[in-house]
């Protein structure tokens, strides 16, 4: 099941669960990727970059992506792969190739300045893993200073047609979406997916602008795919008043630093997850902010019922 241009949907980026002491809990990845299940994602993303991958070995990083592939069959699993060199990044797709993942995704490193140095650096990325591997194209400025511009991506897509997907990150991004949009209806532009991520910060009105879905980790998922059918459906204000409901809270969580631990302690409430464990280093929520949380989401209980933990 590789990774197409068509994909569409929500892709949730996976959490990577770990015990107190820093293990891996294999029991919660189970409970993860089965909530994925049921919710209604249409395929799943492990090892981004709040999957904590830089943490992990590289066997455990194998074993992760091989036990999420083999427990949802049915979905595509895109696994990312973005490494400070070539080499440990053909090894580990080719492992998770080999063990079924639909594709894998890859970031830039934070050393490209120019668009030369981007397309170059892309090219070299497709010589290292294979022109067969599907490969989703990472574009989030905000964390890894790089800056793609639409013409820049254009130039990847039509030069690399392994090139299938685009996970857009970037902020304020709506404006990158409609020219790449444009260019596809003008026939200047192969046709790709479009999935957003940034905890889908702007997902109601990237989509409008003609996103396909999202490709992020917000701790509430399912809201994320309620908000992809809506839109799709063209339940316009339907989608923004459950999406505005939940903004409080995803804006939150969002914060540079803490939004990981927020994420995992609210997947942790949600029953996902044994433990809200960060592997070191790590930042810990204090009391304060997880009684903010809480309080987001008692307040967010009064539009959405799945909000309703009960006591933290």
């Not at 992990?56 to 949802?72: G, N």
């Not at 309620?226 to 008043?241: I, M, N, P, Q, Y």
């Given at each position: 099941?590789?990774?197409?241009?068509?994909?569409r949907?929500?892709?949730?980026?996976?959490?990577?669960?770990?015990?107190?002491?820093?293990?891996?809990d294999?029991a919660s990845?189970?409970?993860l990727?089965?909530?994925?299940?049921?919710?209604?994602?249409?395929?799943?993303?492990?090892?981004?970059?709040?999957?904590e991958a830089?943490?992990l070995?590289?066997?455990?990083?194998?074993d992760?992506?091989?036990?999420m592939?083999?427990?949802?069959?049915?979905?595509?699993v895109?696994v990312?792969?973005?490494?400070?060199?070539?080499?440990?990044?053909?090894?580990?797709?080719?492992?998770?190739?080999?063990?079924?993942?639909?594709?894998?995704?890859?970031?830039?490193?934070n050393t490209?300045?120019t668009?030369?140095?981007?397309?170059g650096?892309?090219?070299?990325?497709?010589?290292?893993?294979?022109?067969?591997?599907?490969?989703?194209?990472?574009?989030?400025?905000?964390?890894?200073?790089?800056?793609?511009?639409?013409?820049?991506?254009?130039?990847?897509?039509?030069?690399?047609?392994?090139?299938?997907?685009?996970?857009?990150?970037?902020?304020p991004?709506?404006?990158?979406?409609?020219?790449?949009?444009?260019?596809e209806?003008?026939?200047?532009?192969?046709h790709?997916?479009?999935?957003c991520?940034?905890?889908?910060?702007?997902l109601d009105?990237?989509?409008?602008?003609?996103?396909?879905?999202?490709?992020?980790?917000?701790?509430?998922?399912?809201?994320?795919?309620?908000?992809?059918?809506l839109?799709?459906?063209?339940?316009?204000?339907?989608?923004?008043?459950?999406?505005?409901?939940?903004?409080?809270?995803?804006?939150?969580?969002?914060?540079?630093?803490?939004?990981?631990?927020?994420?995992?302690?609210l997947?942790?409430?949600?029953?996902?997850?044994?433990?809200?464990?960060?592997?070191?280093?790590?930042?810990?929520?204090?009391?304060?902010a997880?009684?903010?949380?809480?309080?987001?989401?008692?307040?967010?209980?009064?539009?959405?019922?799945?909000?309703?933990?009960?006591?933290?």
């Amino acid at each position: 099941m590789l990774l197409t241009a068509d994909a569409r949907g929500v892709y949730p980026i996976a959490p990577t669960p770990f015990f107190d002491d820093g293990r891996v809990d294999t029991a919660s990845i189970d409970r993860l990727v089965d909530f994925y299940l049921q919710i209604g994602a249409t395929g799943i993303t492990v090892l981004g970059q709040l999957g904590e991958a830089p943490k992990l070995a590289h066997a455990e990083s194998v074993d992760i992506a091989r036990r999420m592939i083999r427990r949802a069959p049915q979905l595509p699993v895109i696994v990312g792969v973005s490494a400070p060199g070539f080499a440990p990044m053909r090894e580990l797709t080719q492992e998770v190739m080999a063990a079924g993942a639909a594709g894998v995704m890859i970031a830039p490193p934070n050393t490209l300045r120019t668009d030369e140095q981007i397309v170059g650096y892309y090219r070299q990325a497709v010589d290292a893993i294979g022109a067969d591997v599907p490969f989703v194209l990472q574009d989030y400025p905000l964390t890894f200073s790089v800056q793609m511009t639409p013409a820049v991506i254009r130039r990847i897509v039509d030069e690399l047609p392994s090139c299938v997907m685009l996970k857009h990150e970037d902020w304020p991004g709506l404006e990158k979406i409609s020219a790449l949009r444009q260019w596809e209806r003008e026939g200047s532009m192969r046709h790709i997916a479009i999935l957003c991520g940034n905890n889908g910060l702007f997902l109601d009105y990237e989509m409008e602008r003609g996103a396909d879905g999202a490709n992020t980790g917000y701790a509430f998922p399912d809201m994320l795919c309620d908000v992809v059918r809506l839109s799709a459906t063209g339940e316009r204000e339907a989608a923004h008043d459950l999406f505005d409901a939940h903004l409080p809270l995803l804006r939150y969580e969002q914060q540079p630093g803490v939004g990981l631990a927020v994420r995992k302690y609210l997947l942790m409430r949600r029953g996902l997850m044994t433990s809200a464990a960060m592997r070191k280093p790590a930042a810990a929520l204090t009391a304060t902010a997880r009684a903010e949380v809480e309080h987001l989401l008692g307040r967010l209980a009064r539009h959405d019922p799945r909000a309703r933990l009960g006591a933290g």
